[in-house]
Structure formats: structure tokens, C-alpha cells
T-cell receptor
Framework: DGGITQSPKYLFRKEGQNVTLSCEQN?????MYWYRQDPGQGLRLIYY???????QKGDIAEGYSVSREKKESFPLTVTSAQKNPTAFYLC????????????FGQGTRLTVV | AQSVAQPEDQVNVAEGNPLTVKCTYS??????LFWYVQYPNRGLQFLLK??????LVKGSYGFEAEFNKSQTSFHLKKPSALVSDSALYFC?????????????FGRGTSLIVHP
């Protein structure tokens, strides 16, 4: 069954900790994205990657890091430098061409405790 | 630069009535436009897209959208709303002439369908 999988669904982080959110896709998509969703603010782009071993900062990259060592995987690390990390995080993938839609994972809700 | 606006934070409609969720866009050339739906604590699901051709686009779950170039709009419509249509709806735009394939999303519109 093709799709995009995010894990875990819920994640709790203590102050000062780094945490990594997993995103895996078996759609053979070239492009992958990470978005942050906060109530009333829509989706904000954190990082995106067009090909393996290459990624670009989005609009709110500060406090986050990513890697793209495999086509299928695009993990996001929320570092301690991110001062307000509590949010819903969405991973997406697409063929990378402008006329194709994005496919989204089910999201990870991160809460700082 | 590309941008998209969803002017209504919330739309309320009675079940069985037609619904419209509004979206306007700004791009330098001809846009690629998309609608997605999000249910609580879930990811976004693709509904429909306009790339070229017929201005009326039909999508999943009985939804359709009309591309209007002169008004730079791409409103989502459904002839008869269902309670199960209640969700958050996002419009997105890509500017194929702008050098980036990254879509820009609107802030979302919460659709509430009353029984």
C-alpha cells in the first residue's frame, strides 16, 4: 500500500531536548517537505528537499534540522534552539513537478512538557 | 511571488444546502491551483486541482471548483452539503513561472455543516 508515514503520532519533549520526527514514503517521489501547523496560521514551510542529499530552508527553518540520505526518508529534528516547538507537524511528498499534488502523512503532534 | 488568500475563517451551512469556500490567488503567470481537506488530527487529503483546460474542475466526494482568471479566484463548491463535510479546507497555489515548485497554502477555512 503506497503512502507516506509519519511517526510517532504523539511526541512529548522536555525543555532542552532534541527530538526527531520520522517521515517515510514509498511513492517514489522526488520532493519531500516539512510543514508546521498552528491554529489559525495555516501551514508554514520548514524545510524541503528536491533530491537526495540536498535540502533547502523554508520560511521558518530556525531551530530545525533535516537530512535526506535516502529518497524514501526525510527526518526532521526539532532542536533545543526552537523556542516554541509545540505544534502539529506535517510531512508531505510530491513528484516535484509544479502540476502535481502533494501527499501528506498523518502528522505528529509535538508537545513540550 | 505567489500568494493565496482564504477570506473566511469559518463557513456555516445547513445540511442539504449548497456550500462555497472562497479562495483568491496572486501569481505572476498562469497558476496551478489545489484544494485539500483536513479532518481533526489528520494530514491533508487532496480534493482537486486546476492545471489547464476547463474552468470547472470536479474532484473527490462531490466537490468542484471554478477557476476564474479575471477575478483570480478558485472557489470550492458542493451542491448539497453533508454533516461529514465538516472539516478544515485549504487552498494552495503554485506559480509555474515563478521558478519554484513549492506550493503556498492559505490559512484554511473551517467548514461547519449543521444537521
Amino acid at each position: 500500500d503506497g503512502g507516506i508515514t509519519q511517526s510517532p503520532k504523539y511526541l512529548f519533549r522536555k525543555e532542552g531536548q532534541n527530538v526527531t520526527l520520522s517521515c517515510e514514503q514509498n511513492l517514489n517521489h522526488d520532493a519531500m517537505y516539512w510543514y508546521r501547523q498552528d491554529p489559525g496560521q495555516g501551514l508554514r514551510l520548514i524545510y524541503y528537499s528536491q533530491i537526495v542529499n540536498d535540502f533547502q530552508k523554508g520560511d521558518i527553518a530556525e531551530g530545525y534540522s533535516v537530512s535526506r540520505e535516502k529518497k524514501e526518508s526525510f527526518p526532521l529534528t526539532v532542536t533545543s534552539a526552537q523556542k516554541n516547538p509545540t505544534a502539529f507537524y506535517l510531512c508531505a511528498s510530491s513528484m516535484g513537478r509544479e502540476n502535481t499534488e502533494a501527499f501528506f502523512g498523518q502528522g505528529t503532534r509535538l508537545t513540550v512538557v | 511571488a505567489q500568494s493565496v488568500a482564504q477570506p473566511e475563517d469559518q463557513v456555516n451551512v445547513a445540511e442539504g444546502n449548497p456550500l462555497t469556500v472562497k479562495c483568491t490567488y496572486s501569481v505572476s503567470g498562469n497558476p496551478y491551483l489545489f484544494w485539500y481537506v483536513q479532518y481533526p488530527n489528520r494530514g491533508l487529503q487532496f480534493l482537486l486541482k486546476y492545471i489547464t483546460g476547463d474552468n470547472l474542475v470536479k474532484g473527490s466526494y462531490g466537490f468542484e471548483a471554478e477557476f476564474n482568471k479575471s477575478q483570480t479566484s478558485f472557489h470550492l463548491k458542493k451542491p448539497s452539503a453533508l454533516v461529514s463535510d465538516s472539516a478544515l479546507y485549504f487552498c494552495a497555489v503554485r506559480d509555474p513561472w515563478g521558478g519554484s515548485y513549492i506550493p503556498t497554502f492559505g490559512r484554511g477555512t473551517s467548514l461547519i455543516v449543521h444537521p
